[in-house]
C-alpha cells in the first residue's frame, strides 16, 4: 500500500548462496562453452535430456545435482537444483 509519501513498502527474503546448497556450492559442474560430446565424457549420460526447442534450439540435460542447458551443442548455463532432499 502507498503511504502519503507515495512509497511502496514490501517484505524481500534473501537467501545467500551459501546458505541455499552449502554441500554443493563447490561441487565440479559443466562450464559455459564445453561441448554436449566433453560432458558426457567427464561427467557421464544425464538422467534426462529435453529438447532441442526454439531457435536458437535449446537442450536441456538433467542431473542428479544440476541442469545444464545447451545453445546448439555448448554449454550456455549450468544450474544446481537446491531443493534436494
Same mark, same amino acid.
Given at each position: 500500500m502507498m503511504g502519503a509519501?507515495? @512509497?511502496a513498502v514490501a517484505d524481500q527474503v534473501v537467501v545467500p548462496a551459501s546458505q541455499q546448497s552449502?554441500? @554443493?556450492k563447490d561441487m565440479?559442474?559443466?562450464s559455459n562453452g564445453m561441448s554436449m560430446k566433453r560432458i558426457?565424457?567427464?561427467y557421464g549420460k544425464?538422467?534426462?535430456i529435453?529438447?532441442?526447442v526454439g531457435e536458437p534450439p535449446i537442450t536441456t540435460w538433467e542431473y542428479d545435482y544440476y541442469t545444464?542447458?545447451?545453445e546448439h551443442?555448448?554449454?550456455i548455463h549450468t544450474v544446481l537444483k537446491h531443493n534436494l532432499q
Open positions: 509519501s507515495g @512509497l552449502p554441500d @554443493l565440479p559442474r559443466p558426457e565424457d567427464e544425464p538422467t534426462s529435453s529438447g532441442p545444464v542447458y545447451f551443442n555448448l554449454v
